[in-house]
């Protein structure tokens, strides 16, 4: 079987200085929160091109973290979109806010920034644009619209580590961006983990005491603020900082993988598109087709794994339905059509190759 994703093959590409490197911190006697979260912090922020990292325990946390840091709470209302991980929604419901879902750009999969203006209310306080699959969302239209109605924008970048809009990072546009590291992600530790970036250090400081408790450095045990424990490990930070060295390589194989399907994939399905300008990682390769469910069916028999991401829009799914009554056609009909291929920093051209055929 050719999988999606092979986090195995991952780890053994880099096994000596995985080994090594949790050999180091098993060694240390200091397991949560000391210099490996610490370094980790330091390169990842050099990396994204931002002021500081904070780490935390995973994705989810880091925007709630987020939000929270961001003044926002019970009764405001939070923009985002439903085509996206629950954990998008699952964090703003997590601060005490209402998510309100608007529809998605079709060649994009993100945020449509016409759907925006229309959405805000006396009550919206934010905007989390998600980086779906990879690309960037389309940020020249949606912060002016932002900006121009007092709203924060907090970037969902759990699954765009790396990608770029105009030449810079996600991550350094939002007022602050989250990150996880769930081992599936671009940047993925062997267990859980997350960051929230940002070059607001007033934000930071904020966002540093939610992490543990409200507790400040200099006063541990004593909180200044209702916090939680949402803590990045050494461990995890040390796998992180071994796989971050790699991360520019494998993005690039990424994006090689993806130019070996566009030019092998059939007509007959809709491929992803890098809009001018964006800089695509991949994370995801997602297709789409009319015939999705038969030819998922067909690929599995001939040993091609997919995925759906995802499947049922988050505002129809039980838990979320009542908060946001709305339809959304484009993401409605997305959910029946899209199918994500293979796609990993250790798969080769030849497998890619093998699933255009397949297909
Ligand atoms: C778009 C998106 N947002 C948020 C998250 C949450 O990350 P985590 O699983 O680390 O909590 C994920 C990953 O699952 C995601 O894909």
Request: proline share 6%; hydrophobic share 45%.
């Amino acid at each position: 079987m050719i999988p999606v994703v092979d986090l195995r093959a991952e780890y053994v590409a880099v096994k000596a200085e995985i080994d090594g490197a949790l050999q180091r911190v098993l060694e240390s006697g200091w397991y949560i929160l000391g210099q490996e979260v610490a370094a980790f912090e330091a390169e990842f922020a050099a990396w994204c091109g931002v002021f500081q990292a904070v780490g935390v325990g995973n994705g989810t946390d880091a925007l709630h973290i987020a939000l929270r840091a961001c003044g926002v709470g019970a009764g405001d209302e939070v923009i985002t979109v439903a085509h996206t991980a629950v954990a998008t929604a699952a964090a703003i419901v997590l601060s005490g806010a209402t998510p309100v879902f608007v529809d998605i750009d079709p060649t994009t999969y993100t945020l449509d920034p016409a759907q925006l203006a229309a959405a805000i209310t006396p009550r919206t306080k934010a905007v989390v644009p998600v980086h779906l699959y990879g690309h960037p969302a389309d940020l020249d239209g949606i912060f002016p619209i932002a900006r121009d109605a007092g709203l924060r924008v907090i970037e969902d970048c759990a699954q765009a580590h790396g990608a770029e809009w105009q030449g810079q990072r996600a991550g350094s546009f939002g007022d602050l961006a989250c990150f996880s590291f769930y081992p599936t992600k671009n940047l993925g530790a062997l267990g859980d983990g997350g960051a929230v970036v940002s070059n607001d250090p007033a934000l930071l400081e904020r966002v540093r005491l939610l992490r543990e408790y409200g507790w400040p450095p200099q006063n541990r045990y004593v909180s200044e603020i209702e916090g939680v424990n949402s803590r990045l490990d050494e461990m995890q930070a040390a796998i992180l900082r071994v796989k971050l060295a790699h991360l520019d390589g494998w993005n690039a194989h990424r994006r090689a993988l993806a130019a070996v399907y566009a030019a092998g994939l059939p007509d007959s399905v809709i491929k992803p598109v890098e809009q001018p300008g964006c800089r695509h990682v991949y994370h995801l390769y997602v297709i789409r087709s009319a015939e999705r469910d038969s030819l998922r069916e067909k690929l599995r028999a001939v040993g091609v794994a997919t995925g759906i991401h995802y499947p049922l829009p988050i505002h129809r799914q039980t838990a979320y339905r009542h908060l946001s009554p709305v339809t959304l056609p484009v993401t409605e009909q997305a959910a029946g059509e899209i199918l994500s291929l293979p796609m990993h920093s250790t798969l080769t051209v030849e497998q890619i190759e093998q699933v255009c055929a397949a297909i």
